[in-house]
T-cell receptor, first 112, second 113 residues
Framework: DAGVIQSPRHEVTEMGQEVTLRCKPISGHDYLFWYRQTMMRGLELLIYFNNNVPIDDSGMPEDRFSAKMPNASFSTLKIQPSEPRDSAVYFC??????????FGSGTRLTVV | AQSVTQPDIHITVSEGASLELRCNYSYGATPYLFWYVQSPGQGLQLLLKYFSGDTLVQGIKGFEAEFKRSQSSFNLRKPSVHWSDAAEYFCAVGAQNTDKLIFGTGTRLQVFP
């Protein structure tokens, strides 16, 4: 298995633009998580899905953020419009029923 | 709600020395506990996990951790540190009815030759 795959690895965008981050979880995993990592706030859970259904989105910072999981092998995190304070590393992780997460390599987002 | 504290932000050790990274958790029931390691520019990699049973857990790369319920701790140890162990280490706690993990703020380990 190739692990959790995130794309792109790096994204630089201008303030106000739409940004879409993508994640392919490990096949067979039934949970998918989106985290954001910054120096100031550490690792923050944004949202997680179980069997493609959003379970807890209380960590999504505001309405500019949205996440979808149309099927078991794909999820997106969208920011629209983007702001400089959204600059961070965004991680996707997947797991199978308490087995511990497998993280992707992350997407480093820079909003200028 | 569960929470986790890593009191040491930064630790420096010499190569070959022993290591202990501290982790304290808060949770009303028996928690699920994890240690992850993050190398620069990489995602987090699972080192070890505790669900139940033996309180001393062995992980990858020669690491172990001990669950102490009386102290609400899950400290990570390694008897002899290698230069390649330099990284950031995260403790995480989970509840029994969900896969949601709460991560500590991390401890950055620096290893001197």
């Amino acid at each position: 298995d190739a692990g959790v795959i995130q794309s792109p690895r790096h994204e630089v965008t201008e303030m106000g633009q739409e940004v879409t981050l993508r994640c392919k979880p490990i096949s067979g995993h039934d949970y998918l998580f989106w985290y954001r990592q910054t120096m100031m706030r550490g690792l923050e859970l944004l949202i997680y899905f179980n069997n493609n259904v959003p379970i807890d989105d209380s960590g999504m910072p505001e309405d500019r953020f949205s996440a979808k999981m149309p099927n078991a092998s794909f999820s997106t995190l969208k920011i629209q419009p983007s702001e400089p304070r959204d600059s961070a590393v965004y991680f996707c992780a997947s797991s199978f029923s308490l087995g511990g997460y497998t993280f992707g390599s992350g997407t480093r987002l820079t909003v200028v | 709600a569960q929470s986790v504290t890593q009191p040491d932000i930064h630790i420096t050790v010499s190569e070959g020395a022993s290591l202990e990274l501290r982790c304290n958790y808060s949770y009303g029931a028996t928690p699920y506990l994890f240690w992850y390691v993050q190398s620069p520019g990489q995602g987090l990699q699972l080192l070890l996990k505790y669900f139940s049973g033996d309180t001393l857990v062995q992980g990858i790369k020669g690491f172990e951790a001990e669950f102490k319920r009386s102290q609400s701790s899950f400290n990570l140890r390694k008897p002899s540190v290698h230069w390649s162990d330099a990284a950031e280490y995260f403790c995480a706690v989970g509840a029994q009815n969900t896969d949601k993990l709460i991560f500590g703020t991390g401890t950055r380990l620096q290893v001197f030759p």
